[in-house]
C-alpha cells in the first residue's frame, strides 16, 4: 500500500464552536497558488454550513503569515479569483481571527483586513505593493482599507507601498492586538476564542454581518430587522435574562 501523498493545501480542522484553517506554505513565505484558493473557498463553506462553529480563526506555519497570490499564475488563470476568496472571508458566518506571527504582504493584507480581528505580535511588518506592481486592487479591496484604516492611511499604504512595522501596524488599526512575543500571541487568540465562542450565538454572528454591512455602506435595513426580531424572540436572550 502506497503511502498518502503530502499536500501544502490549507488545512481545516473544527472542534466544537472554533474553526482554524492553517496556511501550509511555510518554504513559499505560505504565498498562494490557485489551488490554495479554492481549498480556502471550500473551507469557508464547509464552516458556514456548520452552524455550531461560531469563531474562524485564520493561521499558518512558518515564519511568514502570508506573502499574497503567486502573482506569476495570474496570466495561467485561477480557479477562483483572489478576491472572491477574501471578501468570502468577510462573508463569513462565524467571527473571524487572523493570527498573524510573521510577515504579511501584498493581497494578504487584504485577506487579514477581512478578518473580523487581526492578532499580531512584534517584529511583524506589512506592505502593499500593488501600485509598484501596475496592479489594481479590487473594489472591495479599497473599501476595507478605507474603512478599516481611514483615507490617509489607505493612500498611504497603497500609494506609496511602504513597509511599515508592528507598532505602526497597531496605531493605524491594522492590528487590533499587538503582543510582545510568540507565547503572548497564542496566549492572547486563545482567550479572544474563548471568549468569542461563549458568546449568544445569533447576536455574535449577525451582529458581525451587520457591522461589516455598515463598513461598506451596505446594510439591509429590512434584514437587520428581522434578525433584531429573531434575537428577541430567541433562547439565547432568555438564557441572557436569567443570567
Do not use: W
Not at 505580535?121 to 473599501?143: K, W
Amino acid at each position: 500500500m502506497s503511502a498518502p501523498v503530502a499536500t501544502s493545501l490549507p488545512e481545516l480542522s473544527i472542534d466544537g464552536a472554533v474553526a482554524s484553517i492553517t496556511l501550509r506554505r511555510q518554504a513559499q513565505a505560505n504565498r498562494l497558488e490557485p489551488d490554495d484558493l479554492l481549498a480556502l473557498l471550500d473551507h469557508v463553506a464547509t464552516v458556514n454550513a456548520r452552524p455550531e462553529v461560531l469563531v474562524l480563526r485564520l493561521q499558518a506555519e512558518g515564519k511568514y503569515f502570508c506573502s499574497g497570490f503567486d502573482l506569476t499564475r495570474i496570466a495561467s488563470g485561477r480557479k477562483v479569483p483572489f478576491e472572491e476568496v477574501v471578501n468570502a472571508f468577510e462573508d463569513a458566518r462565524p467571527v473571524t481571527i487572523a493570527v498573524i506571527q510573521g510577515g504579511v504582504y501584498g493581497g494578504a493584507t487584504d485577506l487579514a483586513l477581512a478578518c473580523d480581528f487581526r492578532l499580531g505580535v512584534q517584529g511583524i511588518g506589512m506592505f502593499m505593493p500593488a501600485v509598484r506592481l501596475g496592479l489594481h486592487f479590487c473594489r472591495r479591496g479599497l473599501e476595507r482599507y478605507v474603512s478599516r484604516l481611514g483615507m490617509d492611511n489607505a493612500k498611504r499604504l497603497f500609494l506609496t507601498a511602504e513597509r511599515v512595522d508592528a507598532a505602526q501596524m497597531r496605531a493605524m488599526g491594522f492590528l487590533t492586538h499587538l503582543d510582545e512575543d510568540a507565547a503572548g500571541l497564542q496566549a492572547t487568540a486563545a482567550r479572544l476564542t474563548d471568549t468569542l465562542a461563549g458568546m449568544a450565538p445569533l447576536p455574535l454572528v449577525n451582529m458581525k454581518k451587520h457591522l461589516n454591512r455598515i463598513a461598506r455602506q451596505a446594510l439591509d435595513a429590512e434584514d437587520l430587522q428581522r434578525d433584531i426580531v429573531a434575537a428577541a424572540r430567541s433562547e439565547d436572550l432568555q438564557e441572557g435574562q436569567a443570567a
